[in-house]
């Protein structure tokens, strides 16, 4: 799937806004593999990380929102460290549906649509140009791990 991404590409930059990390209750999924990755960064079983950061869903496993101001911040999001900033706590591991953000078949799938992820995502429309070779490579990553449901769908 590449939607109606142009030849250029688009622009985005991500602005530590942490609005893609809240919002209204989601689902934000994990493979095995991440699920690991992230068990074996807090020094915990796997059994233990699911047990503490995730619950299930009718969806399968996600990882664990906790209601603040802001909506339902991922349990990841760190709003503390970098003062005005809003910043993932985990991000060298963090799940595919994360990384691949915005990067999500329903964000580029038309042109309105882009646009429209801008009244959530900050950075839409600021920056350099991500190419668009880059924006379908995560496209297909985000599709082989079988991760595509948006925070809101």
């Not at 799938?109 to 429309?125: M, S, Y």
Request: aromatic content about 10%; some cysteine.
């Amino acid at each position: 799937m590449s939607g109606w991404i142009p030849e250029e590409g688009l622009r985005f930059e991500c602005t530590a806004c942490g609005a893609c990390c809240t919002g209204p209750p989601g689902y934000v999924s994990y493979s095995e593999a991440e699920g690991r990755a992230l068990a074996a960064r807090f020094g915990m079983t796997v059994e233990e990380f699911e047990e503490k950061y995730t619950h299930e869903t009718p969806m399968g496993r996600s990882i664990r929102e906790i209601e603040t101001e802001h909506g339902f911040d991922c349990v990841f999001l760190d709003r503390n460290t970098l003062p005005g900033k809003a910043v993932c706590s985990v991000y060298e591991d963090r799940p595919t549906q994360c990384r691949t953000f915005p990067w999500w078949p329903e964000h580029v799938r038309t042109k309105a649509a882009w646009d429209a992820l801008e009244r959530e995502c900050e950075g839409v429309h600021r920056g350099g140009f991500i190419p668009r070779e880059a924006i379908i490579e995560s496209i297909h990553r985000q599709e082989a791990c079988d991760v595509g449901v948006s925070r809101n769908p």
